[in-house]
């Protein structure tokens, strides 16, 4: 069974500019969350999708925005990037929205913002 | 809101002996506890977890103990190999929270030859 996928890998932006960030979650996996990493502030949590409604979500500001589809794949975006968005955006999947599921991260998408 | 405290923030053994990397949480709402094992460029593996209703759960070399009433739980890995080195997270959530999970700051192990 195929994991969690994430693209692009790695990313390089500048200040002001926006990006999109996909995540293909684990065949049947219906949640997705969205993780940022970083070596300061470590692993942050920043919304949940299930059947594509947003059932949670972090203390990041309104320029951090996600949707899910469907199938669903999910897509994070950030608006007017600043040089402290630079970091690992993480995704997981799991089978449903209650606490307790196992969770399963992709490899990750490293952005970094100059 | 949910703070968990890991335990130290670095360790190094020997290859063969044992380690332990300790966690606290604050909610005691909190009743799924997973570790993540992370190595160099990859994403968190999920290495186990435990639930509230258990005290105690093993996976070959690895174990997981937890105490409700302190609020803490523990990893041990027995019979280390280099293989182990990376760094391991904790993390903890709660029934109501959905799927966020409370990250703990990560251990940098290393097992030495």
């Known amino acids: 069974k195929a994991g969690v996928t994430q693209t692009p890998r790695y990313l390089i932006k500048t200040r002001g500019q926006q990006v999109t960030l996909s995540c293909s979650p684990i065949s049947g996996h219906r949640s997705v969350s969205w993780y940022q990493q970083t070596p300061g502030q470590g692993l942050q949590f920043l919304f949940e999708y299930f059947s594509e409604t947003q059932r949670n979500k972090g203390n990041f500001p309104g320029r951090f925005s996600g949707r899910q589809f469907s199938n669903s794949r999910s897509e994070m975006n950030v608006s007017t990037l600043e040089l402290g968005d630079s970091a690992l955006y993480l995704c997981?999947?799991?089978?449903?929205?209650?606490?307790?599921?196992?969770?399963?991260f992709g490899p990750g998408t490293r952005l970094t913002v100059t | 809101g949910e703070n968990v405290e890991q335990h130290p923030s670095t360790l190094s053994v020997q290859e063969g002996d044992s380690a332990v990397i300790k966690c606290t949480y604050s909610d005691s709402a909190s009743n799924y506890f997973p570790w993540y094992k992370q190595e160099l460029g990859k994403g968190p593996q999920l290495i186990i977890d435990i639930r509230s209703n258990v005290g105690e759960k093993k996976d070959q070399r690895i174990a997981v103990t937890l105490n409700k009433t302190a609020k803490h739980f523990s990893l041990h890995i027995t019979e280390t190999q280099p293989e182990d080195s990376a760094v391991y997270f904790c993390?903890?959530?709660?029934?109501?929270?959905?799927?966020?999970?409370?990250f703990g700051t990560g251990t940098q192990l290393k097992v030495e030859l």
């Open positions: 997981a999947s799991s089978r449903t929205a209650q606490a307790g599921f196992e969770q399963y």
């Open positions: 993390a903890a959530s709660y029934t109501g929270g959905g799927n966020k999970l409370t």
